[in-house]
């Protein structure tokens, strides 16, 4: 909540407007005709200690979202958001049934530079505890096969 406040506070330079709340940028992806699905990836060029908003969309089963590092799979539905360092996780998702399509919400690093240089804004990440985790869905925790 404190790192979304933020976001919403330092000023933008002259004539870049956020575009989707906190966030600066919005992609929008349709389903349309392919499986749904991504490959693995980071979001190299949004910022390192930043977050991303992902909003899920759609008539779909299935799709959850795969957190790598995390070792877990989100089952979203449709109207779920998911808020995630898309930098520093290593993300896909599965095949999709049906039509799912997303919102991600983000700021690119070169606003987080901006920052840094005008307001000393500084981002930083704190250490947690790791505990293994390998699905969750409706609350429930299911091991992976």
Aim: aromatic share 10%.
């Amino acid at each position: 909540p404190g790192v979304f406040k933020r976001f919403q506070t330092y000023p933008l330079p002259d004539g870049i407007k956020r575009l989707c709340g906190a966030w600066l940028g919005c992609a929008i992806n349709k389903g349309g005709n392919n499986p749904n699905q991504t490959n693995r990836h980071r979001d190299a060029s949004e910022a390192q200690y930043g977050y991303s908003g992902l909003i899920s969309c759609g008539d779909y089963r299935r799709g959850g979202l795969i957190l790598w590092e995390l070792e877990i799979v989100l089952e979203t539905d449709s109207g779920d958001v998911v808020i995630f360092p898309d930098a520093v996780v290593t993300h896909s998702n599965e095949k999709a049934k049906g039509t799912r399509s997303s919102a991600v919400c983000f700021t690119q690093e070169n606003i987080y530079s901006y920052w840094n240089r005008k307001y000393n804004m500084k981002l930083r990440r704190k250490e947690r505890k790791k505990n293994k985790v390998h699905r969750v869905n409706e609350g429930r925790v299911v091991k992976l096969h």
